[in-house]
């Protein structure tokens, strides 16, 4: 199976600080990979790691088998940010605007003066849920809807691989789960490969097919169906129960 993502014996670190320490673990295609961890463990530095932000102070990453540095096809690759931030937030630009930006290619100053939404922007949209909200600006729309508009630009250019840093984060209950099928129907009907930062336990253990778990070291790689409540409570270094009823878990 082909890795699009590869963390070989990662260590990065700032200012005297390690955030990760000799993780190894890969994305193989077609997956939906999950990092779980508490706050501080490193999940988002491995994030950056993967799309070039950072550079390991000792180990190796790979993006579709190059070094993150001299990867250039990014339309592969489909990212969503934490949170919308608060400058685009307030940005007086619309749903569909924003989703636009995902067709960029390159500086062309006129771009402006023939700027109109094409297919692309239109079938984004649809998939994430979003069409009917593309006239409103983003500032009006719910975290929720925010977030989905973010997957609609990560997808106008049909990426392979969609990196997620806490997309739920804000979200209430019911968004949550609008968001969740949404990337199941994403990984198992288009076939695009998942790598997300999450703190749903739940979500995660139902919908990934593989987790890894930091805290700053790895604790637990392998199959969420694997992951018990013993790895749990030595990464949160609390004791942690899991209750889970479905086809894959059985009750437990």
Known sequence: MERLVEFQGC??????HVAVEDVTFSVERGGFVAI???NGS????????????????????????????KFREWRRVGYVPQAVDELRARFPATAEEIVSQGEYRGFDPTYVLRWRAGPAVAEAMKTAGVADVRRKRISKLSIGQQQRVLI?????????????????????????????????????????????????????????????????????????HELSARELSLLYGIPVDILIHDSMHGHR
């Open 36 to 38: 779980l961890g508490p």
């Open 42 to 69: 490193g999940k988002s530095t491995l994030l950056r790691l993967a799309l070039g932000l950072e550079k390991p102070t000792r180990g190796q990453v790979r993006l579709f088998g190059k070094s993150p540095d």
């Open 152 to 224: 609609a630009r990560s997808l106008v250019q049909s990426p392979e691989l969609l990196v997620l840093d806490e997309p739920v984060a804000g979200v209430d209950a019911g968004g949550q789960e609008h968001f969740f099928e949404l990337l199941r129907r994403l990984n198992r009907e288009r076939g695009i490969t998942i790598l997300m930062v999450s703190h749903d336990i739940g979500a995660v253990l139902r919908d990934a097919t593989a987790v890894a778990c930091i805290n700053r070291r790895m604790v637990f790689h392998g199959p969420s």
């Open 11 to 16: 260590s990065f670190g700032y200012d005297g």
